[in-house]
Nanobody, 126 residues
Framework: QVQLVESGGGLVQAGGSLRLSCAAS????????MGWFRQAPGKEREFVAA????????YDADSVKGRFTISRDNAKNMVYLQMNSLKPEDTAVYYCAADITFRTLPARRGYNYDYWGRGTQVTVSS
């Protein structure tokens, strides 16, 4: 069983930055691809970014490309999402997720992920 706990959310002005963290326990973190997703009120959950088990491959959604960066530290069982140049439309609950199935490329579909955290709220004011 893998447990994921997100932190680092908060209220920030447009143009500001936040760094989200996700602490993993249980399982073999260093063998899992990890992803970040978000869900805004009244909207479906959407993919934000994913990273392969060794950090060698990353994917970003077009909406965050060039502004958000996903990274991981396998020695600390942590995955991060650095968010810069935040916009009001980035407001959402952000979730980290673990994909325990080995894949050639990190998955971008939520249904490919097996474990989810409870989320952390990010609010960007205009």
């Amino acid at each position: 069983q893998v447990q994921l706990v997100e932190s680092g959310g908060g209220l920030v002005q447009a143009g500001g930055s936040l760094r989200l963290s996700c602490a993993a326990s249980g399982g073999t973190f260093s063998s899992y691809a990890m992803g970040w997703f978000r869900q805004a009120p009244g909207k479906e959950r959407e993919f934000v970014a994913a990273i392969s088990w060794n950090g060698g491959m990353t994917y970003d959604a077009d909406s965050v490309k060039g502004r958000f960066t996903i990274s991981r530290d396998n020695a600390k069982n942590m995955v991060y999402l650095q968010m810069n140049s935040l916009k009001p439309e980035d407001t959402a609950v952000y979730y980290c997720a673990a994909d325990i199935t080995f894949r050639t490329l990190p998955a971008r579909r939520g249904y490919n992920y097996d474990y989810w955290g409870r989320g952390t709220q990010v609010t960007v004011s205009s």
